[in-house]
């Protein structure tokens, strides 16, 4: 099964995660930094799957959805879904404010992003 169906699954790789842990950041921007470049792998996951599996539709809506049934939670799916919401939106602004697309940000890009906080 791709990382991509389970919601369990860590979308970062132990480099990242180490990349981020040596980065000269207080502990809670690391954090931040952390759920963002989740949200980010997933942002790109959707985006691949959206020219077939989403056509007409909300993706990223369909997508927690599609995670949620494997907890039988709407409630999950629907937390899930704001919180994925809001960090698409700070993504996108952030992404045009550095003449970027969503799906070509790396981590290092995101640096400065939650440095600003």
């Not at 599996?53 to 494997?70: A, F, G, H, I, V």
């Not at 409630?75 to 969503?102: M, P």
Request: aromatic share 6%; net charge negative.
């Amino acid at each position: 099964m791709s990382n991509h169906l389970d919601p369990l699954s860590n979308l970062l790789n132990i480099e990242t995660i180490q990349k981020i842990d040596n980065l000269d950041l207080p502990i809670m921007q690391k954090h931040h930094l952390r759920i963002l470049a989740h949200c980010l792998q997933i942002l790109k996951i959707i985006d691949l799957d959206n020219s077939l599996e989403y056509q007409n539709k909300n993706p990223l809506r369909e997508w927690c959805d599609n995670q949620s049934k494997k907890f039988d939670d709407k409630q999950f799916s629907d937390l899930f879904y704001e919180q994925l919401e809001s960090a698409s939106k700070k993504l996108s602004t952030f992404s045009k404010k550095i003449g970027k697309r969503i799906k070509d940000l790396e981590i290092d890009d995101l640096v400065p992003l939650v440095e600003q906080r």
